[in-house]
């Protein structure tokens, strides 16, 4: 596959909520793929719900937020979801930006970013 380089233009917001473990998995590949290759440099990264819940449960995919994190990429978490499941704490150790999203995903589509669902 032929990478481009980075259009300033491209601006992607991936919303990651499936608890179905194979749906977050793609969708975190995804965001690593947008974080790491620079073709999307504008990328904003979600976790609602069942799908923090389940990275909270499993390695591997904690393990591809965090990698997500070291690349320079905000990973937002719906605080009022994780304070639900009571998780809120342990995403914010893992590195994730836990707050009330709702605002700040409806600023960014406003910016005329690309909604992108897992």
Do not use: H
Request: hydrophobic content about 40%; glycine content about 8%.
């Amino acid at each position: 596959m032929e990478t481009k380089a980075a259009n300033p233009e491209a601006r992607v917001m991936i919303v990651i909520s499936s608890g179905e473990r194979e749906k977050a998995w793609t969708g975190l590949l995804y965001a690593n793929w947008a974080a790491g290759s620079g073709y999307m440099d504008a990328a904003k990264i979600f976790l609602w719900g069942p799908a923090a819940e389940l990275v909270t449960r499993d390695r591997e995919l904690q393990a591809m937020v965090k990698e997500i994190i070291n690349l320079g990429k905000t990973i937002y978490v719906c605080k009022a979801c994780s304070d639900k499941y009571g998780i809120s704490k342990e995403l914010e150790k893992m590195g994730c930006r836990v707050e009330y999203v709702g605002p700040v995903s409806t600023e960014f589509i406003r910016q005329g970013y690309t909604v992108f669902n897992w």
